[in-house]
């Protein structure tokens, strides 16, 4: 069954650095998204991307991040420079049908910031 | 998007069914209700949607009132593995500056004991 790769499972970085958390959506979906889950609290949306380009964005998406679809297969979110309160499970999920079609989710990159 | 309501916990015996309850008084004839589950902390997976009409996969059944501004989720069988938090939402059809985000809530965590 075809399923949502992301990677790493796990990064611990020190404050101030960047990181890129990578995503392969499955082969034939259009739409993608990044969602962050802190410890203990609910699963928040931060960005669809279609087209290759943002659709959507949430407050919490600020200047700090970015994402992009760099080689039609990876999607990958960047967040500039880390911050303590960006410590979280960061989930990627995609779908073929964006008015009913299912989000399949990755496994989720966990990251610590430092 | 549609707020929805649910209770913050629930209990299942094993091989009983669970029925889980969502509020959602405040959803638009476009608008579909969708069922997800996280387990510890995986990504979230995907159960169920439907519109008007009761509809009913390998994992659970979903039944929407007449008036759809409540639903319930059957899971049959419950499995100790079933023990998860679960989501009801109510998903934003495309549209103006909407491309099928999901807006999670604090979900019911569902406990399956022996």
């Known amino acids: 069954e075809p399923e949502v790769t992301q990677t790493p499972s796990h990064q611990v970085t020190q404050m101030g650095q960047e990181v890129i958390l990578r995503c392969v959506p499955i082969s034939n979906h259009l739409y993608f998204y990044w969602y962050r889950q802190i410890l203990g609290q609910k699963v928040e949306f931060l960005v669809s991307f279609y087209n290759n380009e943002i659709s959507e964005k949430s407050e919490i998406f600020d200047d700090q991040f970015s994402v992009e679809r760099p080689d039609g297969s990876n999607f990958t979110l960047k967040i500039r420079s880390t911050k303590l309160e960006d410590s979280a499970m960061y989930f990627c999920?995609?779908?073929?049908?964006?008015?009913?079609?299912?989000?399949?989710f990755g496994e989720g990159s966990r990251l610590t910031v430092l | 998007d549609a707020k929805t309501t649910q209770p913050p916990s629930m209990d299942c015996a094993e091989g009983r069914a669970a029925n889980l309850p969502c509020n959602h008084s405040t959803i638009s004839g476009n608008e579909y209700v969708y069922w997800y589950r996280q387990i510890h902390s995986q990504g979230p997976q995907y159960i169920i949607h439907g519109l008007k009409n009761n509809e009913t996969n390998e994992m659970a059944s979903l039944i929407i009132t007449e008036d759809r501004k409540s639903s319930t989720l059957i899971l049959p069988h419950a499995t100790l593995r079933d023990t998860a938090v679960y989501y009801c939402?109510?998903?934003?059809?495309?549209?103006?500056?909407?491309?099928?985000?999901?807006?999670f809530g604090q979900g019911t965590i569902l406990t399956v004991h022996p």
């Open positions: 939402i109510v998903r934003t059809p495309l549209g103006g500056t909407s491309y099928g985000k999901l807006t």
């Open positions: 999920a995609s779908t073929h049908r964006v008015l009913t079609g299912e989000l399949f």
